[in-house]
């Protein structure tokens, strides 16, 4: 389990966040499930992921170039891990890139 660096956090309201990206599937401890998630690309800035609990099956991929996201994202509440799951992807999570995110309170 990958804990995110909480840079922000207004109990039940929002938190901004960091982690850094494996390309394996991991899941990131926030401490709390979201409901909606903006995730950046900082290191590279090319791009910008989009989440929300509706979106189960997928996440949306704002990219420099064209892109087709078939993986997903998930809340998690394993008793281990609060937060999300990330898949095994190079969009949300390319290896040695780091993130920063919003994550919003369910």
């Not at 990958?2 to 599937?25: C, D, E, H, K, S």
């Not at 590279?44 to 993986?71: C, E, L, Y």
């Amino acid at each position: 389990m990958a804990a995110a660096t909480i840079l922000v956090n207004r109990p039940r309201n929002f938190a901004v966040f960091t982690y850094a990206g494996t390309t394996a599937a991991q899941n990131i401890h926030l401490g709390f499930k979201p409901s909606y998630m903006i995730i950046h690309n900082a290191t590279d800035g090319d791009d910008v992921n989009i989440w929300h609990t509706s979106s189960q099956t997928t996440f949306i991929n704002i990219a420099a170039a064209a892109a087709n996201i078939s993986a997903a994202v998930a809340p998690v509440d394993d008793g281990t891990t609060l937060g999300f799951s990330l898949p095994a992807d190079s969009d949300i999570n390319e290896n040695g890139k780091t993130y920063h995110g919003i994550a919003f309170y369910e």
